[in-house]
C-alpha cells in the first residue's frame, strides 16, 4: 500500500485566522483529512508554524513529491522522512503544520484502509503493550489572560467532576456548572465582555482570586479546580511576575505562595505553567514544595519537545506535561513525549489550542494514548464540541474504562 496523492489548501480556524487541511488518498482508495489547529498563547520553544498559504503549498510541492509512491504502511518512518526533508530544529522551513497535517491525514488515512477506528490504529501503531482508556476532560469554565483580552493575568479557571464516571456525566456536570458560574458573574454585577477564545466565560473582574471565589462557590462539590497561570505571558524576564490588573509584582517565589495558600483554601489540584518558560530555578522550588499537593503542569515550559521534557525529569520540574501535538509537528514525536513521561511517572493532559479546528482527531489521540487526561475548551463552540461529542461516541463501543482521577504527585 502506497501513498497516491497528497494535497493541500487552507481553512479558516475557530478565531477566523487561516490554517490547514491535508487530504491523503492510499493506492486501496482509503482516502482522509485532518486539520492543523493553532495558538494564541505559544511558547517560544514550539516549532514553527508557517502562513497557511505557504503551509500548503509546501505539502503540494516538495512534501508530495516526497511522499507520492512511498510505502505508507510505516506512520513512524513516514514522519521520519518529513522531520529530515524539512531538516531544521524547529520545523521552520517546511511548517510544523505542513508535518502534522501529512501525519495526521495518513493516520487517519490508515484507520480507514484498515477498518479501524481511529484510536486503535493510533494504539496500535505507537502504544500497542499499553491500554487505551477514554481521558477525563478539564474543561474550561473562566477565562482570562491572551484568551479573553487579558481582563485577568490567568489565563484559564477549569474544572475537573470529581464524581463523574462516564464522558457524558462529565458533560452533565460541566454544563450545571457552566450556567450556574454565568449566572453567578451576572448577579454579582461583573460585565461579560464576551465569550472567550475556547467557549467559556470572559468576565471584567478585580483580581484573580475572584475567578477562583466564583467558580468555587458554584462547585457544590461536584468538581475540582484546575487553572492555567500561563505566566510567560506577564514575565519580564528580569524575575519579575507582573500582574497589572491587580497591580501587583511579585517573584517564582510568591507565585509558589499563592498557589499553595489556593490549595488550603478552594479545592485545587491542577496547575498549568504556575512559572515562566524559562524559570528553570523557579520551577525546581515550586515543585519541590508543591509536587505532592497539585499536578503542576508545564505547557509553554515543556511545548511537546522531547529535550525540554527530559531536563524537566532530570532537574526535577513539574510533574504533568501538557501534550499539543501542533507544538513538535508530528504524531511520532508527539508520542515519543507521552512515553517518556510515562516512564518518568509523569502525568500527561493532551490539550488542544485555542484556534481549533472541526477536526475531532485530539480525542481519538488521548484516548489511543492512555494519557488519563483531555483539556479541549468549554462546552460551547463547535471546534470545541466535535471533540467532546467523538469521546461520547469512542464510549458507546463500551470497550474502554475512563482513566483514574487527577491528584498531585507523579502518577
Not at 231 to 238: C, I, L, T, W
Amino acid at each position: 500500500m502506497t501513498i497516491q496523492s497528497v494535497q493541500s489548501w487552507p481553512i479558516l480556524d475557530s478565531r477566523g485566522n487561516w490554517t490547514i487541511a491535508v487530504e491523503l488518498t492510499l493506492s486501496g482508495g482509503a482516502r482522509a483529512q485532518a486539520q492543523v489547529p493553532a495558538g494564541a498563547s505559544t511558547g517560544k520553544h514550539e516549532a514553527v508554524a508557517l502562513p497557511a498559504a505557504q503551509a500548503a503549498a509546501n505539502v503540494n510541492g516538495e512534501i508530495a513529491q516526497a511522499l507520492i509512491g512511498r510505502d505508507a504502511t510505516s506512520l513512524p518512518a513516514i514522519d521520519q522522512l518529513l522531520i529530515d526533508l524539512d531538516g531544521t530544529q524547529d520545523k521552520s522551513r517546511l511548517g510544523a503544520n505542513a508535518l502534522l497535517g501529512v501525519s495526521c491525514a495518513l493516520a487517519r488515512a490508515l484507520s480507514v484502509a484498515a477498518g479501524q477506528e481511529l484510536w486503535q490504529t493510533l494504539r496500535d501503531i505507537f502504544r500497542p503493550s499499553r491500554p487505551a482508556s477514554l481521558p477525563r476532560p478539564m474543561i474550561n469554565i473562566i477565562s482570562g489572560g491572551l484568551h479573553a483580552g487579558a481582563n485577568i493575568e490567568f489565563q484559564d479557571f477549569l474544572v475537573i467532576p470529581n464524581r463523574a464516571a462516564t464522558v457524558r456525566e462529565f458533560l452533565e456536570t460541566t454544563v450545571s456548572i457552566h450556567r450556574a458560574v454565568g449566572r453567578a458573574l451576572r448577579e454579582k454585577g461583573y460585565v461579560l465582555t464576551g465569550v472567550a477564545d475556547e467557549g467559556g466565560w470572559g468576565p471584567l473582574l478585580p483580581s484573580n482570586e475572584t475567578a477562583m471565589d466564583v467558580l468555587s462557590s458554584e462547585l457544590d462539590g461536584r468538581a475540582d479546580i484546575a487553572i492555567d497561570v500561563a505566566s510567560s505571558h506577564f514575565y519580564d524576564n528580569q524575575g519579575n511576575y507582573q500582574l497589572k490588573r491587580e497591580g501587583v509584582v511579585t517573584n517564582a517565589a510568591g507565585i509558589t505562595d499563592l498557589l499553595a495558600s489556593w490549595t488550603e483554601r478552594y479545592p485545587l489540584v491542577s496547575v498549568e505553567d504556575a512559572l515562566a518558560e524559562d524559570d528553570w530555578e523557579g520551577w525546581r522550588n515550586l515543585t519541590q514544595r508543591l509536587d505532592s499537593r497539585l499536578q503542576l503542569v508545564g505547557d509553554d515550559f515543556f511545548t511537546t519537545n522531547l529535550a525540554r521534557v527530559r531536563k524537566g525529569i532530570e532537574t526535577g520540574c513539574a510533574n504533568a506535561v501538557l501534550v499539543k501535538m501542533n507544538q513538535i509537528g508530528t504524531l511520532s514525536e508527539t508520542f515519543a513525549v507521552l512515553e517518556a513521561a510515562h516512564k518518568a511517572g509523569y502525568r500527561c493532559v493532551v490539550s488542544a489550542r485555542s484556534g481549533e479546528t472541526e477536526d475531532s482527531f485530539l480525542a481519538d489521540l488521548a484516548t489511543a494514548s492512555g494519557a488519563g487526561q483531555i483539556k479541549i475548551g468549554s462546552i460551547t463552540r463547535s471546534e470545541r464540541l466535535a471533540k467532546y461529542n467523538r469521546l461520547l461516541e469512542i464510549e458507546r463501543s463500551d470497550q474502554l474504562a475512563m482513566a483514574g482521577p487527577v491528584t498531585g504527585g507523579r502518577g
